[in-house]
């Protein structure tokens, strides 16, 4: 079973950026879909951007333009960055398998504030 652990977040004043990364503990190659979900305090936790195998992306509407998925397939490590945050952009953001739900990470934690 692929363990996946989130990193790179903080404390970031509005309109600033991140790269967040999510490290696997085995290959992902073979997941087709990755992607990246957020749950902010009180709120159920959302698609945030997904990426398949070929390169393809699709974001939340919310994020588009601002936030940038990538994965790297020899490094089994898929990244979000994100700029031109926004305080509502705040919450726990996790990653995983899209279709095929695995074990959560831990998440990492992301303020925007000033």
């Known amino acids: 079973q692929v363990q996946l652990v989130e990193s790179g977040g903080g404390l970031v004043q509005p309109g600033g950026s991140l790269r967040l990364s999510c490290a696997a503990s085995?290959?992902?190659?073979?997941?087709?879909?990755m992607a990246w979900y957020r749950q902010a305090p009180g709120k159920q936790r959302e698609l945030v951007a997904r990426?398949?195998?070929?390169?393809?992306?699709n974001y939340a509407d919310s994020v588009k333009g601002r936030f940038t998925i990538s994965r790297d397939n020899a490094k089994n490590t898929v990244y979000l960055q994100m700029n031109s945050l926004k305080p509502d952009d705040t919450a726990v953001y996790y990653c995983n398998d899209y279709f095929v739900s695995r074990s959560w990470g831990p998440g990492t934690q992301v303020t925007v504030s000033s």
């Open positions: 990426i398949n195998n070929a390169g393809g992306t």
């Open positions: 085995g290959s992902i190659s073979s997941i087709y879909a």
